[in-house]
């Protein structure tokens, strides 16, 4: 890959994250969000590529303006989110609506719009940001650098693979995102016998398991943050109960990722079988 080539790909995507994070400053609709974000982490996993090219393994990153709002919206994804499955549990139990935690949430939620705000002006955009990423990026993108991202990707998919903790299945989901992002340039590179494994498709179904299994665990731990001491005791014993609700929907959606990576073979005695192309 060339350097007129990475420097297109760059282009390309900060032309995607404007556009998106211009309508989601405006309107913080959820979709907008997701869209900026998932822009930013498309950049994100782009530069881990490129890192294979530089010394360090970890020189080429986005800015810290990008990761700060990033995360920003990303506060605010989560209240969203904790708002939608609040408001759709009542409504399967219309006899118990917790009203002090939906005015925490609201709250909440009002408050990390407006620090967004604060932060960087609607009508900004990224293209200081640009500059500066592009001004660091290597000259290519070689074979050599592509074969040693997959390389330390399976390995490292390896070191965690049988384990089904939260931590560790947080990891399989970065690593597999770095995978798929990256799928056009590092599939050339992977043996026959290998090819298929990482098929798109598949890989584009995990990680929306991932995405729901992710979403359950933002759920209970926004929850089980909230103040407490401020509810009254029927208001904690439904709190308690949707707790206990999302915890069991969480252990069969465990179950099912573990079945579906299992399913792709990320084990640790099927990954030492991976090999790429020499050629």
Known sequence: MTKEEINEFIEDRFKKINKHFRKAIDNFEAEDIR????????????????????????????????????????????????????????????????????????????????????????????????????ATLPDKLSKESI?????????????????????ALESIRKFLEDIFYNLAYIKPFFTDQRYNQFDEKIISECLELFEKFRNKNIVIVNLRNCNWDSFDEHEKQLLLQMESNYLHEKKELT??????LDAIHIKADNLGEFAIALS
Do not use: C
């Open 35 to 134: 869209k900026f974000r998932t822009e930013i982490k498309k950049l994100k996993v782009f530069l881990h590529l490129l890192n294979m090219e530089s010394e360090d393994g970890l020189s080429y990153r986005i800015t810290n303006r990008m990761k700060t709002i990033y995360g920003y919206f990303g506060i605010v994804q989560n209240f969203q989110l904790q708002l939608k499955v609040t408001n759709d549990y009542i409504k399967n139990n219309l006899n118990s609506v917790p009203l002090m935690y939906l005015n925490n949430i609201e709250k909440e939620l009002e408050y990390w719009e407006k620090h967004s705000q604060d932060f960087i002006d609607k009508d900004s955009d990224f293209f200081n940001d640009e500059k500066e990423i592009v």
């Open 147 to 167: 074969k040693k991202f997959i390389h330390y990707t399976l390995y490292e998919l390896q070191m965690i693979s049988g384990r089904s903790d939260d931590a």
């Open 255 to 260: 179950k099912e990722l573990i079945s579906r």
